[in-house]
Protein backbone atom coordinates (compact mmCIF):
# COMPACT_ATOMS: atom_id res chain seq x y z
CA UNK A 1 0.00 0.00 0.00
CA UNK A 2 1.29 3.41 -0.78
CA UNK A 3 2.05 6.67 1.79
CA UNK A 4 0.76 9.54 0.24
CA UNK A 5 2.62 12.55 1.50
CA UNK A 6 1.22 16.55 1.22
CA UNK A 7 3.08 19.82 1.94
CA UNK A 8 3.97 22.72 0.36
CA UNK A 9 7.95 22.02 1.00
CA UNK A 10 9.24 20.38 -1.47
CA UNK A 11 12.93 19.68 0.60
CA UNK A 12 10.61 18.05 3.47
CA UNK A 13 8.77 15.63 1.04
CA UNK A 14 11.27 14.55 -1.31
CA UNK A 15 13.04 13.24 2.16
CA UNK A 16 9.90 12.03 3.15
CA UNK A 17 9.59 9.98 -0.12
CA UNK A 18 13.30 8.48 0.44
CA UNK A 19 12.41 7.36 3.72
CA UNK A 20 9.47 5.45 3.21
CA UNK A 21 10.55 3.94 -0.07
CA UNK A 22 13.50 2.75 1.81
CA UNK A 23 11.01 1.29 4.59
CA UNK A 24 9.75 -0.75 1.92
CA UNK A 25 6.62 1.02 0.79
CA UNK A 26 5.69 3.05 -1.85
CA UNK A 27 5.80 7.16 -1.43
CA UNK A 28 2.91 9.35 -3.35
CA UNK A 29 4.77 12.82 -2.91
CA UNK A 30 2.28 16.08 -3.44
CA UNK A 31 2.73 19.77 -2.92
CA UNK A 32 -0.57 20.86 -4.19
CA UNK A 33 -3.47 20.26 -2.31
CA UNK A 34 -6.02 19.95 -5.27
CA UNK A 35 -3.63 16.92 -6.74
CA UNK A 36 -3.69 15.20 -3.63
CA UNK A 37 -7.43 15.12 -3.24
CA UNK A 38 -7.83 14.06 -6.95
CA UNK A 39 -5.53 11.19 -6.22
CA UNK A 40 -6.13 9.87 -2.60
CA UNK A 41 -8.03 6.45 -2.33
CA UNK A 42 -8.32 4.39 0.82
CA UNK A 43 -7.78 1.58 -2.34
CA UNK A 44 -3.69 2.90 -3.18
CA UNK A 45 -3.25 4.65 0.23
CA UNK A 46 -2.99 3.07 3.55
CA UNK A 47 -1.32 6.20 5.34
CA UNK A 48 -1.22 10.11 5.02
CA UNK A 49 1.66 12.52 5.96
CA UNK A 50 -0.20 16.05 5.76
CA UNK A 51 1.45 19.02 6.58
CA UNK A 52 -0.54 21.16 9.19
CA UNK A 53 -1.21 23.74 6.71
CA UNK A 54 -3.45 21.74 5.40
CA UNK A 55 -5.78 20.92 8.62
CA UNK A 56 -9.14 20.98 6.25
CA UNK A 57 -7.49 18.43 4.01
CA UNK A 58 -7.28 15.98 7.63
CA UNK A 59 -10.26 16.74 8.67
CA UNK A 60 -11.94 15.98 4.95
CA UNK A 61 -9.99 12.80 4.09
CA UNK A 62 -10.52 11.26 7.76
CA UNK A 63 -14.14 11.91 7.23
CA UNK A 64 -14.40 10.43 3.58
CA UNK A 65 -11.85 7.78 3.97
CA UNK A 66 -11.64 6.44 7.45
CA UNK A 67 -9.33 3.74 6.59
CA UNK A 68 -6.37 6.22 5.75
CA UNK A 69 -4.62 6.88 9.07
CA UNK A 70 -2.95 10.15 9.38
CA UNK A 71 0.16 11.66 10.47
CA UNK A 72 0.05 15.13 10.90
CA UNK A 73 3.61 17.22 10.86
CA UNK A 74 4.46 21.01 11.48
CA UNK A 75 5.66 23.52 13.57
CA UNK A 76 2.66 24.15 16.05
CA UNK A 77 1.31 21.69 18.51
CA UNK A 78 -0.20 19.87 16.59
CA UNK A 79 -3.33 19.98 18.90
CA UNK A 80 -5.72 21.56 15.73
CA UNK A 81 -4.37 18.26 13.52
CA UNK A 82 -4.99 15.64 16.16
CA UNK A 83 -8.47 17.25 16.73
CA UNK A 84 -8.83 16.72 13.12
CA UNK A 85 -8.20 12.96 13.11
CA UNK A 86 -5.07 12.38 12.80
CA UNK A 87 -3.58 9.54 14.42
CA UNK A 88 0.21 11.47 14.94
CA UNK A 89 1.55 14.55 14.99
CA UNK A 90 5.27 15.06 14.40
CA UNK A 91 6.53 18.31 14.78
CA UNK A 92 9.71 19.31 12.70
CA UNK A 93 12.02 19.35 12.74
CA UNK A 94 12.15 15.49 13.29
CA UNK A 95 14.18 12.30 13.26
CA UNK A 96 13.94 10.10 10.67
CA UNK A 97 13.71 7.29 13.10
CA UNK A 98 11.02 8.64 14.52
CA UNK A 99 7.98 9.15 11.20
CA UNK A 100 9.81 5.07 10.43
CA UNK A 101 8.68 4.09 13.96
CA UNK A 102 5.27 5.62 13.46
CA UNK A 103 4.62 4.09 9.87
CA UNK A 104 5.57 1.48 11.74
CA UNK A 105 3.18 1.20 14.40
CA UNK A 106 0.41 2.25 11.81
CA UNK A 107 1.30 -0.49 9.62
CA UNK A 108 0.82 -2.77 12.51
CA UNK A 109 -2.02 -5.45 11.74
CA UNK A 110 -4.88 -4.63 14.02
CA UNK A 111 -8.87 -5.23 13.58
CA UNK A 112 -10.90 -3.05 11.34
CA UNK A 113 -8.09 -1.55 8.57
CA UNK A 114 -6.60 -3.15 6.04
CA UNK A 115 -3.15 -5.33 5.59
CA UNK A 116 -2.87 -7.67 3.24
CA UNK A 117 -0.45 -10.04 4.65
CA UNK A 118 -2.26 -12.77 6.82
CA UNK A 119 -1.49 -13.08 10.61
CA UNK A 120 0.75 -16.32 11.69
CA UNK A 121 -1.44 -19.14 12.11
CA UNK A 122 -0.33 -21.68 14.32
CA UNK A 123 -1.69 -24.91 13.40
CA UNK A 124 -0.46 -28.68 14.63
CA UNK A 125 -3.48 -30.71 15.41
CA UNK A 126 -5.14 -32.68 12.70
CA UNK A 127 -8.80 -30.70 13.64
CA UNK A 128 -6.96 -27.58 12.43
CA UNK A 129 -5.31 -29.07 9.70
CA UNK A 130 -8.82 -30.11 8.26
CA UNK A 131 -10.02 -26.38 8.61
CA UNK A 132 -6.19 -25.44 7.04
CA UNK A 133 -7.58 -27.22 3.68
CA UNK A 134 -10.61 -26.02 3.58
CA UNK A 135 -9.22 -22.89 3.83
CA UNK A 136 -6.54 -23.29 1.11
CA UNK A 137 -9.40 -24.41 -1.11
CA UNK A 138 -11.79 -21.59 -0.61
CA UNK A 139 -10.08 -18.77 -0.29
CA UNK A 140 -9.10 -17.70 -4.21
CA UNK A 141 -13.29 -18.35 -4.59
CA UNK A 142 -15.83 -15.61 -4.15
CA UNK A 143 -17.68 -17.87 -1.59
CA UNK A 144 -18.73 -16.32 1.70
CA UNK A 145 -17.36 -18.02 4.66
CA UNK A 146 -19.06 -18.16 8.08
CA UNK A 147 -16.39 -19.08 10.81
CA UNK A 148 -18.03 -20.37 13.86
CA UNK A 149 -16.29 -21.21 17.09
CA UNK A 150 -16.34 -20.28 20.90
CA UNK A 151 -14.84 -17.06 21.85
CA UNK A 152 -11.14 -16.78 20.98
CA UNK A 153 -10.44 -19.67 18.93
CA UNK A 154 -8.99 -17.95 16.02
CA UNK A 155 -11.97 -16.69 14.24
CA UNK A 156 -10.39 -13.49 13.25
CA UNK A 157 -6.83 -14.96 12.62
CA UNK A 158 -9.10 -17.65 10.14
CA UNK A 159 -10.82 -14.40 7.93
CA UNK A 160 -7.17 -12.61 7.73
CA UNK A 161 -5.87 -15.69 6.37
CA UNK A 162 -8.14 -15.96 3.64
CA UNK A 163 -8.74 -12.69 2.69
CA UNK A 164 -4.61 -12.94 2.40
CA UNK A 165 -4.90 -16.28 0.18
CA UNK A 166 -7.49 -14.78 -1.84
CA UNK A 167 -7.20 -13.20 -5.45
CA UNK A 168 -8.47 -10.27 -3.53
CA UNK A 169 -5.47 -9.87 -1.58
CA UNK A 170 -4.19 -6.45 -2.87
CA UNK A 171 -7.58 -4.78 -2.00
CA UNK A 172 -9.07 -3.68 1.08
CA UNK A 173 -9.33 -6.12 4.14
CA UNK A 174 -12.57 -3.82 6.44
CA UNK A 175 -13.73 -5.44 9.33
CA UNK A 176 -16.38 -4.03 11.58
CA UNK A 177 -17.36 -6.02 14.86
CA UNK A 178 -21.60 -5.89 14.77
CA UNK A 179 -21.68 -6.34 18.51
CA UNK A 180 -19.32 -3.24 19.38
CA UNK A 181 -21.72 -0.86 17.67
CA UNK A 182 -25.10 0.35 18.89
CA UNK A 183 -27.82 -0.17 16.79
CA UNK A 184 -28.55 2.97 15.72
CA UNK A 185 -25.15 3.69 14.18
CA UNK A 186 -25.12 0.75 12.39
CA UNK A 187 -26.82 1.45 9.05
CA UNK A 188 -24.51 4.44 8.05
CA UNK A 189 -21.60 2.76 9.81
CA UNK A 190 -21.89 -0.33 7.29
CA UNK A 191 -23.65 1.38 4.17
CA UNK A 192 -22.33 5.23 4.82
CA UNK A 193 -24.59 8.40 3.99
CA UNK A 194 -24.74 11.51 2.19
CA UNK A 195 -24.07 15.18 3.61
CA UNK A 196 -27.69 16.63 5.16
CA UNK A 197 -28.74 12.96 5.74
CA UNK A 198 -29.78 14.01 9.22
CA UNK A 199 -28.61 16.36 11.69
CA UNK A 200 -24.40 16.10 12.03
CA UNK A 201 -24.16 14.69 8.51
CA UNK A 202 -21.73 17.11 7.25
CA UNK A 203 -19.69 15.63 4.61
CA UNK A 204 -20.96 12.69 2.78
CA UNK A 205 -19.04 9.58 4.39
CA UNK A 206 -18.68 6.36 2.47
CA UNK A 207 -19.43 3.17 5.11
CA UNK A 208 -17.20 -0.51 5.19
CA UNK A 209 -19.24 -2.12 2.69
CA UNK A 210 -17.81 0.48 0.27
CA UNK A 211 -14.47 0.90 2.22
CA UNK A 212 -14.00 -2.90 1.05
CA UNK A 213 -14.82 -2.34 -2.76
CA UNK A 214 -12.42 -4.34 -4.53
CA UNK A 215 -11.63 -6.73 -1.20
CA UNK A 216 -13.26 -8.54 1.61
CA UNK A 217 -15.48 -7.55 4.48
CA UNK A 218 -15.24 -9.44 7.71
CA UNK A 219 -18.97 -9.01 9.80
CA UNK A 220 -17.61 -9.84 13.07
CA UNK A 221 -20.39 -11.49 15.37
CA UNK A 222 -22.76 -10.76 12.74
CA UNK A 223 -25.66 -12.79 15.06
CA UNK A 224 -25.91 -10.02 16.98
CA UNK A 225 -28.13 -7.72 14.51
CA UNK A 226 -31.67 -6.58 15.00
CA UNK A 227 -34.21 -7.37 12.13
CA UNK A 228 -34.33 -4.70 10.29
CA UNK A 229 -30.95 -4.66 9.60
CA UNK A 230 -30.91 -8.18 9.03
CA UNK A 231 -33.53 -7.36 6.36
CA UNK A 232 -31.18 -4.89 4.83
CA UNK A 233 -28.04 -6.80 4.91
CA UNK A 234 -29.94 -9.71 2.98
CA UNK A 235 -30.93 -7.23 0.08
CA UNK A 236 -27.19 -5.84 0.13
CA UNK A 237 -25.82 -9.63 -0.50
CA UNK A 238 -28.39 -10.56 -2.94
CA UNK A 239 -28.04 -7.68 -5.13
CA UNK A 240 -24.50 -6.66 -4.47
CA UNK A 241 -25.09 -2.54 -4.18
CA UNK A 242 -25.74 -0.02 -1.11
CA UNK A 243 -28.07 2.64 -0.49
CA UNK A 244 -26.63 5.29 1.57
CA UNK A 245 -28.43 6.61 4.41
CA UNK A 246 -30.21 10.06 2.57
CA UNK A 247 -29.11 8.68 -0.78
CA UNK A 248 -31.01 8.69 -3.81
CA UNK A 249 -29.21 6.22 -5.81
CA UNK A 250 -27.84 2.41 -4.72
CA UNK A 251 -24.19 2.34 -5.43
CA UNK A 252 -22.62 -1.25 -6.98
CA UNK A 253 -19.96 -2.42 -4.89
CA UNK A 254 -17.66 -5.29 -5.07
CA UNK A 255 -16.97 -7.29 -2.05
CA UNK A 256 -16.29 -10.98 -0.50
CA UNK A 257 -18.39 -10.92 2.64
CA UNK A 258 -16.77 -13.54 5.64
CA UNK A 259 -18.60 -13.71 8.97
CA UNK A 260 -17.71 -14.79 12.40
CA UNK A 261 -19.79 -15.63 15.21
CA UNK A 262 -19.39 -17.29 18.77
CA UNK A 263 -23.04 -18.48 19.19
CA UNK A 264 -25.16 -21.65 18.06
CA UNK A 265 -26.75 -19.85 14.89
CA UNK A 266 -28.71 -22.52 13.87
CA UNK A 267 -30.21 -22.43 18.18
CA UNK A 268 -30.90 -18.17 16.52
CA UNK A 269 -32.44 -19.36 13.76
CA UNK A 270 -34.74 -21.18 15.46
CA UNK A 271 -35.52 -19.03 18.46
CA UNK A 272 -36.71 -16.62 15.66
CA UNK A 273 -33.75 -14.68 16.37
CA UNK A 274 -31.80 -14.80 12.82
CA UNK A 275 -32.86 -14.81 9.36
CA UNK A 276 -32.97 -17.97 8.12
CA UNK A 277 -32.50 -16.78 4.39
CA UNK A 278 -29.99 -14.55 5.42
CA UNK A 279 -28.08 -17.39 6.95
CA UNK A 280 -27.75 -19.31 3.60
CA UNK A 281 -26.42 -16.30 2.20
CA UNK A 282 -23.90 -16.09 4.73
CA UNK A 283 -23.17 -19.73 5.14
CA UNK A 284 -22.02 -20.87 1.91
CA UNK A 285 -18.75 -22.43 3.23
CA UNK A 286 -18.95 -22.89 6.73
CA UNK A 287 -16.16 -23.16 8.94
CA UNK A 288 -16.35 -24.88 12.67
CA UNK A 289 -13.29 -23.76 14.82
CA UNK A 290 -12.60 -26.43 17.51
CA UNK A 291 -12.33 -25.45 20.99
CA UNK A 292 -8.46 -25.28 22.37
CA UNK A 293 -9.21 -28.42 24.68
CA UNK A 294 -10.27 -30.41 21.74
CA UNK A 295 -6.77 -29.56 19.62
CA UNK A 296 -4.31 -30.19 22.58
CA UNK A 297 -1.99 -30.69 19.98
CA UNK A 298 -1.65 -27.04 19.17
CA UNK A 299 -0.83 -25.83 23.14
CA UNK A 300 2.86 -25.95 23.17
CA UNK A 301 3.32 -25.19 19.67
CA UNK A 302 0.95 -21.91 20.38
CA UNK A 303 2.79 -21.40 23.48
CA UNK A 304 6.20 -21.30 21.86
CA UNK A 305 4.82 -18.78 19.36
CA UNK A 306 3.25 -16.82 21.96
CA UNK A 307 6.83 -16.70 24.07
CA UNK A 308 8.82 -15.84 20.88
CA UNK A 309 5.98 -13.12 19.96
CA UNK A 310 6.07 -11.69 23.20
CA UNK A 311 9.77 -11.67 23.81
CA UNK A 312 10.57 -9.95 20.78
CA UNK A 313 8.00 -7.43 21.48
CA UNK A 314 8.93 -6.78 24.53
CA UNK A 315 12.82 -7.27 23.71
CA UNK A 316 13.30 -9.62 26.60
CA UNK A 317 14.93 -13.07 26.41
CA UNK A 318 12.85 -15.55 25.44
CA UNK A 319 11.96 -18.38 28.35
CA UNK A 320 11.66 -21.79 28.60
CA UNK A 321 8.82 -23.99 29.41
CA UNK A 322 9.55 -26.19 32.55
CA UNK A 323 8.15 -29.71 32.52
CA UNK A 324 5.65 -29.15 34.83
CA UNK A 325 4.66 -25.78 33.44
CA UNK A 326 3.69 -27.95 29.77
CA UNK A 327 2.42 -30.51 31.91
CA UNK A 328 0.11 -27.73 33.35
CA UNK A 329 -1.22 -25.86 29.85
CA UNK A 330 -2.16 -29.24 28.23
CA UNK A 331 -4.82 -30.29 31.54
CA UNK A 332 -5.69 -27.14 31.71
CA UNK A 333 -9.57 -26.63 30.17
CA UNK A 334 -8.91 -23.21 28.17
CA UNK A 335 -12.56 -21.97 28.29
CA UNK A 336 -11.35 -18.50 26.96
CA UNK A 337 -9.41 -20.66 24.34
CA UNK A 338 -6.45 -19.57 22.11
CA UNK A 339 -6.68 -15.87 23.52
CA UNK A 340 -6.56 -16.91 26.98
CA UNK A 341 -3.50 -18.45 26.68
CA UNK A 342 -1.86 -15.55 25.15
CA UNK A 343 -2.94 -13.94 28.01
CA UNK A 344 -1.24 -16.48 30.30
CA UNK A 345 1.94 -16.50 28.84
CA UNK A 346 2.29 -12.71 28.48
CA UNK A 347 1.40 -12.76 32.17
CA UNK A 348 4.15 -15.44 33.14
CA UNK A 349 6.53 -13.72 30.55
CA UNK A 350 6.33 -10.50 32.13
CA UNK A 351 5.40 -11.25 36.05
CA UNK A 352 8.49 -13.62 36.37
CA UNK A 353 11.96 -12.65 36.56
CA UNK A 354 13.46 -15.81 36.11
CA UNK A 355 14.35 -17.75 32.45
CA UNK A 356 12.00 -20.52 32.71
CA UNK A 357 8.73 -20.69 33.05
CA UNK A 358 7.03 -22.89 35.89
CA UNK A 359 3.82 -24.46 36.64
CA UNK A 360 2.58 -22.03 39.22
CA UNK A 361 3.32 -19.20 37.01
CA UNK A 362 1.12 -20.71 34.44
CA UNK A 363 -1.67 -21.43 36.75
CA UNK A 364 -1.58 -19.25 39.47
CA UNK A 365 -3.18 -16.35 38.52
CA UNK A 366 -4.95 -18.01 36.06
CA UNK A 367 -8.50 -16.83 37.40
CA UNK A 368 -10.45 -19.38 35.54
CA UNK A 369 -8.73 -22.29 37.53
CA UNK A 370 -7.59 -20.77 40.64
CA UNK A 371 -11.81 -19.19 41.15
CA UNK A 372 -13.42 -22.79 39.81
CA UNK A 373 -14.59 -25.01 42.79
CA UNK A 374 -16.09 -21.96 44.99
CA UNK A 375 -19.02 -23.25 45.70
CA UNK A 376 -21.75 -19.97 47.12
CA UNK A 377 -23.30 -19.74 49.96
CA UNK A 378 -26.67 -21.79 49.64
CA UNK A 379 -29.58 -18.68 49.44
CA UNK A 380 -27.40 -17.10 46.54
CA UNK A 381 -30.17 -16.29 43.49
CA UNK A 382 -28.80 -16.54 40.03
CA UNK A 383 -29.41 -13.04 39.55
CA UNK A 384 -26.45 -12.12 42.21
CA UNK A 385 -24.20 -14.73 41.34
CA UNK A 386 -24.26 -13.44 37.58
CA UNK A 387 -23.89 -9.79 38.58
CA UNK A 388 -20.95 -11.09 41.08
CA UNK A 389 -19.28 -13.05 38.25
CA UNK A 390 -19.95 -10.06 35.89
CA UNK A 391 -18.11 -7.86 38.22
CA UNK A 392 -15.11 -9.94 39.02
CA UNK A 393 -14.18 -10.09 35.59
CA UNK A 394 -14.37 -6.61 34.63
CA UNK A 395 -12.22 -5.81 37.86
CA UNK A 396 -9.64 -8.43 36.58
CA UNK A 397 -9.79 -7.11 33.23
CA UNK A 398 -9.69 -3.35 34.40
CA UNK A 399 -13.36 -2.15 33.23
CA UNK A 400 -11.75 -3.52 29.45
CA UNK A 401 -15.61 -4.77 28.69
CA UNK A 402 -14.51 -6.62 25.25
CA UNK A 403 -12.49 -8.70 27.21
CA UNK A 404 -14.48 -9.06 30.16
CA UNK A 405 -17.17 -10.21 27.47
CA UNK A 406 -15.11 -12.41 26.05
CA UNK A 407 -14.01 -13.99 29.13
CA UNK A 408 -17.48 -14.56 30.09
CA UNK A 409 -19.07 -16.26 26.86
CA UNK A 410 -21.53 -13.54 25.62
CA UNK A 411 -21.48 -10.53 23.54
CA UNK A 412 -20.62 -7.12 23.86
CA UNK A 413 -24.05 -6.05 23.91
CA UNK A 414 -25.77 -8.76 26.36
CA UNK A 415 -22.72 -7.57 28.57
CA UNK A 416 -23.98 -3.56 28.53
CA UNK A 417 -27.61 -4.50 28.59
CA UNK A 418 -26.81 -6.14 32.30
CA UNK A 419 -24.84 -2.96 33.63
CA UNK A 420 -27.66 -1.20 32.43
CA UNK A 421 -30.11 -3.20 34.04
CA UNK A 422 -28.12 -3.13 37.20
CA UNK A 423 -27.75 1.17 36.83
CA UNK A 424 -31.52 1.57 35.89
CA UNK A 425 -31.80 -0.51 39.35
CA UNK A 426 -29.67 1.12 41.81
CA UNK A 427 -27.67 -1.69 42.00
CA UNK A 428 -24.23 -0.57 41.32
CA UNK A 429 -22.14 0.59 44.51
CA UNK A 430 -19.57 2.98 43.88
CA UNK A 431 -17.07 0.60 43.96
CA UNK A 432 -18.78 -1.10 40.67
CA UNK A 433 -19.51 1.63 39.49
CA UNK A 434 -15.68 2.31 38.42
CA UNK A 435 -15.28 -0.24 36.35
CA UNK A 436 -18.77 -0.41 35.04
CA UNK A 437 -18.17 2.81 33.56
CA UNK A 438 -14.53 2.77 32.73
CA UNK A 439 -13.90 3.74 29.21
CA UNK A 440 -13.16 0.78 26.80
CA UNK A 441 -10.15 0.85 24.64
CA UNK A 442 -11.03 -2.13 22.54
CA UNK A 443 -14.90 -1.17 21.81
CA UNK A 444 -15.00 1.22 18.64
N1 LIG B 1 -3.83 -20.52 15.40
C1 LIG B 1 -3.37 -19.38 15.92
N2 LIG B 1 -2.06 -19.04 15.78
C2 LIG B 1 -1.58 -17.91 16.32
N3 LIG B 1 -2.32 -17.04 17.04
C3 LIG B 1 -3.62 -17.32 17.22
C4 LIG B 1 -4.21 -18.50 16.67
N4 LIG B 1 -5.52 -18.51 17.02
C5 LIG B 1 -5.73 -17.41 17.72
N5 LIG B 1 -4.61 -16.67 17.86
C6 LIG B 1 -4.48 -15.43 18.62
O1 LIG B 1 -5.41 -15.48 19.70
C7 LIG B 1 -6.12 -14.26 19.85
C8 LIG B 1 -7.60 -14.49 19.66
O2 LIG B 1 -7.87 -14.84 18.30
P1 LIG B 1 -9.09 -14.20 17.48
O3 LIG B 1 -9.23 -12.76 17.80
O4 LIG B 1 -8.91 -14.58 16.07
O5 LIG B 1 -10.28 -15.00 18.14
P2 LIG B 1 -11.85 -14.93 17.85
O6 LIG B 1 -12.30 -16.34 17.63
O7 LIG B 1 -12.11 -13.95 16.76
O8 LIG B 1 -12.40 -14.42 19.23
P3 LIG B 1 -13.78 -13.60 19.56
O9 LIG B 1 -14.91 -14.53 19.32
O10 LIG B 1 -13.64 -13.28 21.00
O11 LIG B 1 -13.78 -12.41 18.67
C9 LIG B 1 -5.50 -13.30 18.86
O12 LIG B 1 -4.51 -12.53 19.50
C10 LIG B 1 -4.89 -14.20 17.81
O13 LIG B 1 -3.80 -13.58 17.19
MG1 LIG C 1 -13.19 -12.09 16.81
Redesign the pocket.
Known amino acids: MGIAILDTDKEIVSILAELIAETGESPCPFTSKDKFLEVIDPKSHSIAIISDEFVDVVEGTKQVYDSIEIIGIGTADGSACLKAGAAHYLKKPFRAEEIVRVIGALSAPKTGTGKENG ?5 ADPA ?1 GRIVDIIRKVAPTQAPVLIM ?10 ARNIHALSKRRSGPYVGINLAAIPETLLESELFGYEKGAFTGAYATRVGRFEQADGGTILL ?2 VTEIGSGLQAKLLRVLQERQIDRVGGKTPIKVDFRVIS ?1 T ?1 RDIEEEIRAGRFRNDLFYRLNVIPVK ?1 PPLRERRE ?1 ILP ?1 AA ?1 FITKIAAREGMQEKVLSAGAKDALLKYHWPG ?3 EM ?1 NVIERAMILNEGETISSEHVVAGNTASADSGAVPPTGTTIHDMEKSLIFSTLRKVEGNRTRAA ?1 LLGISIRTLRNKLNEYSRGGQISDDESVVANGPDPEES
Open positions: SPFVVMGESGTGKEVIDETNVDLHNVRET
